[in-house]
């Protein structure tokens, strides 16, 4: 079956460049969450989306943008990348808004020299 | 390669009724093992992680290393514990986080 893509696997961005991480939901999944998972830390809420439009707002910079394309796929957007933005970028889809649980992609390693 | 599964993908108790709700993983080391929880609409939680040993809301969880298990149990299920229940694994240094598929449960009246 179909799972949570995400793209890329691994990227290696210097300080101050630019980032975008893609997820691809799955099919007829209308819901898209971003966590951050810092090393050795949980899992933090960015920001989610729900038929397009932003739903749910958590600890995401203001350096960090995101938006949902009318495919449903997502992009994380991120500028002026530091150091410790270094992280697994997590993906999750869900249909009804989340009401039905998610399903994990496996995670965009970013790392920022 | 590392994996989390967990067999049931709903589960129905009554409430007041003991809840165990499975979770086996293979990863070729020693892993720390997690339990999240995320209520309808809600943001994913943490609700324990086995290095810890805590109870939280009444739900345990012990690694047991030679069945590779991490089962989540409650003695006395309530009905706001109704959600999906995620277990998940990393390695020792936090990387390679590994989410299994979920477990809703749901507590009857």
């Known amino acids: 079956a179909a799972g949570v893509i995400q793209s890329p696997r691994h990227l290696i961005k210097e300080k101050r460049e630019t980032a975008t991480l893609k997820c691809y939901p799955i099919?007829?999944?209308?819901?898209v969450y971003w966590y951050q998972q810092g090393p050795g830390q949980d899992p933090q809420f960015l920001i989610s989306f729900y038929e397009k439009m932003q739903s749910d707002k958590g600890s995401i910079p203001d350096r960090f943008s995101a938006q949902q394309f009318s495919d449903y796929h997502s992009e994380l957007n991120m500028s002026s990348l530091e150091l410790g933005d270094s992280a697994l970028y997590f993906c999750?889809?869900?249909?009804?808004?989340?009401?039905?649980?998610?399903?994990f992609g496996s995670g965009t390693r970013l790392t920022v020299v | 390669a590392q994996r989390v599964t967990q067999p049931e993908k709903l589960l129905s108790v009554f409430k007041g009724a003991p809840v165990e709700l499975k979770c086996n993983y293979s990863?070729?080391?020693?892993?720390?093992l997690f339990w999240y929880v995320q209520y309808s609409r809600q943001r994913l939680q943490l609700l324990l992680r086995h290095i810890s040993r805590e109870s939280i809301k009444g739900f345990t969880a012990d690694l047991n290393k030679g069945e590779t298990s991490f089962h989540l149990k409650k003695p006395f299920a309530q009905e706001e514990d109704s959600a999906m229940y995620y277990c998940?694994?990393?390695?020792?240094?936090?990387?390679?986080?590994?989410f299994g598929p979920g477990t809703r449960l749901s507590v009857l009246p």
């Open positions: 999750a889809s869900s249909r009804f808004g989340g009401e039905v649980g998610y399903t």
């Open positions: 990863y070729s080391g020693s892993p720390e």
């Open positions: 998940a694994l990393s390695d020792n240094y936090g990387q390679n986080f590994v």
């Open positions: 099919p007829r999944h209308d819901t």
